[in-house]
């Protein structure tokens, strides 16, 4: 079976662009996570999704923004980039809403914001 | 506040040597707990993780970790690294009500020298 899929692979944007990153889940899997890692740090907490509705957003401003797809896919939005966005997003999935004890994650869009 | 810590940025580890990576949380109850890896432009891949019950839990590729509560401690050990071993390491915790997003560390890279 496919794990959790992302697109693109890595992108670069120049400041002030909007930037648009999509993910696949695990078949079946209903619940999707959206994760910053800017280099040399852990992820950090941006969105999740269950059931195409937002169930939980991490300390990120209004440019972040997110979507959820009847196929469960998601959509990650950034408007107005600035260089510190520069960072490896990562998409988790998972079967349920409480999925942290089994999330699945991608292997990431790498953003460059020039 | 709550957190979790790594305090280790960077461990050397000749191949064939015992590993043992730490983690702290800083939580008003115990949360769930995770570690993860990732090796290099790669996602996360889950090790292992502790919900309740026996305090030492396995996981793949031959890791294993305890939980203290005492310490609101969660380290990771090998008895014996390989160099296919070399990865950054993160521990995450899940808090048991709400969303469960994943708070992770700020990592441990380890290297393996021969």
């Known amino acids: 079976d496919a794990g959790v899929t992302q697109s693109p692979t890595h992108l670069i944007k120049t400041r002030g662009q909007h930037v648009t990153l999509r993910c696949s889940p695990i078949s079946g899997h209903k619940s999707v996570s959206w994760y910053q890692q800017v280099l040399g740090q852990g992820p950090q907490f941006i969105f999740q999704?269950?059931?195409?509705?937002?169930?939980g957003r991490g300390n990120f401003p209004d440019r972040f923004s997110a979507r959820q797809f009847p196929n469960y896919s998601s959509e990650l939005n950034v408007n107005a980039l600035l260089l510190g966005d520069s960072a490896l997003y990562l998409c988790?999935?998972?079967?349920?809403?409480?999925?942290?004890?089994?999330?699945?994650f991608g292997p990431g869009t790498r953003l460059t914001v020039t | 506040a709550q957190s979790v810590t790594q305090p280790d940025i960077h461990i050397t580890v000749s191949e064939g040597a015992s590993l043992e990576l730490r983690c702290n949380y800083s939580?008003?109850?115990?949360?769930?707990l995770f570690w993860y890896v990732q090796s290099p432009g790669q996602g996360l891949q889950l090790l292992l993780k502790?919900?309740?019950?026996?305090?030492l839990v396995q996981g793949i590729k031959g890791f294993e970790a305890e939980f203290k509560r005492s310490q609101s401690s969660f380290n990771l050990r090998k008895p014996s690294v390989h160099w296919s071993d070399a990865a950054e390491y993160f521990c995450a915790v899940a808090l048991n009500f709400g969303n469960e997003k994943l708070t992770f560390g700020t990592g441990t890279r380890l290297t393996i020298i021969p």
């Open positions: 988790a999935s998972s079967l349920v809403l409480a999925g942290a004890r089994e999330q699945y």
């Open positions: 502790y919900f309740s019950g026996d305090t």
């Open positions: 999704y269950y059931e195409k509705e937002e169930r």
């Open positions: 939580y008003g109850a115990t949360p769930y």
